[in-house]
Nanobody, 123 residues
Framework: QVQLVEPGGGLAQAGGSLRLSCATSGRTFSLYARAWFRQPPGKEREFVAGINWTGGSTYYADSVKGRFTISRDNLKNTVYLQMNSLKPEDTAVYYC????????????????WGQGTQVTVSS
């Protein structure tokens, strides 16, 4: 089994920055593609960013490209999401996720999920 744990998100002003982290325990961390999804209030869960198991390939939603950066540290079994130039529309519950093999943008493809963490961006 794989357990994903996300410490608290936070509150930021528009234009500010936050960094999310997701620690992993259980089965071999490096074998899993990792991603961040988010679910704004009243909306469906959407893909934000993904990274393959080597860390050599990253993928981003158009809405965050150039502002967010996903990275992973396989020695620490942790994946990160650095969020810069935050906008009020980035307000959502953010979830980290893991699956075998390649990154996809479909939530249903992911086998393991964190508990979610609230990110609120004020204007």
């Amino acid at each position: 089994q794989v357990q994903l744990v996300e410490p608290g998100g936070g509150l930021a002003q528009a234009g500010g920055s936050l960094r999310l982290s997701c620690a992993t325990s259980g089965r071999t961390f490096s074998l899993y593609a990792r991603a961040w999804f988010r679910q704004p209030p009243g909306k469906e869960r959407e893909f934000v960013a993904g990274i393959n198991w080597t860390g050599g390939s990253t993928y981003y939603a158009d809405s965050v490209k150039g502002r967010f950066t996903i990275s992973r540290d396989n020695l620490k079994n942790t994946v990160y999401l650095q969020m810069n130039s935050l906008k009020p529309e980035d307000t959502a519950v953010y979830y980290c996720a893991a699956r075998s093999f390649t990154v996809t943008m479909r939530p249903n493809d992911y086998d393991y999920w964190g508990q979610g963490t609230q990110v609120t961006v004020s204007s």
